[in-house]
């Protein structure tokens, strides 16, 4: 059973390696599931989807070995989100949300394509 969930790390940008950061963020989201409640026994894996810059957008795959309650979920990643629990991520708790997979966007996996004045002649 997979949830997928989108969250907005505003204070990282393009030029901050998306790619990266959304790993790191998925590690993050792994941690915090297995330390709190009792998703942690029903839990599996976490797999970025997606990451798309501006912000960084990170799109991501819950997987549980049952289904889950997703207030639950949304419920212990927004009190990570307030308490500053992703590091030197700051995570909109506003942004972290539950999508359907229309919402996935479907162009390229992963963005990590560099801002014009970032690139190298």
């Known amino acids: ?3 997928l969930i989108k969250l907005t790390v505003t204070n990282q940008g393009c030029e ?9 963020i998925g ?14 026994k029903i839990f ?3 797999e970025v989807k997606n990451c ?7 799109y991501l795959s819950l997987d549980f070995t049952q289904s889950v309650k997703i207030p639950e979920v949304l419920s ?3 009190k990570a989100a307030e308490g ?5 991520f700051k995570v909109d708790p506003g942004s972290i949300q539950a999508i359907s997979d229309e919402q996935l966007p479907s162009d390229s996996p ?3 394509q560099e801002p014009t004045s970032k690139r190298k002649s």
Do not use: Y
């Open 84 to 88: 500053n629990s992703f590091g030197d």
């Open 110 to 112: 992963i963005s990590t």
């Open 44 to 46: 599996k894996t976490v």
């Open 52 to 58: 798309k810059c501006g912000s960084v957008t990170a």
């Open 27 to 40: 590690e993050m989201v792994n941690g915090q599931i297995k330390r709190e409640g009792g998703l942690e």
């Open 16 to 24: 901050d390696n998306p790619l990266e950061i959304c790993e790191k």
């Open 76 to 78: 212990v990643l927004k």
């Open 1 to 3: 059973m997979s949830t």
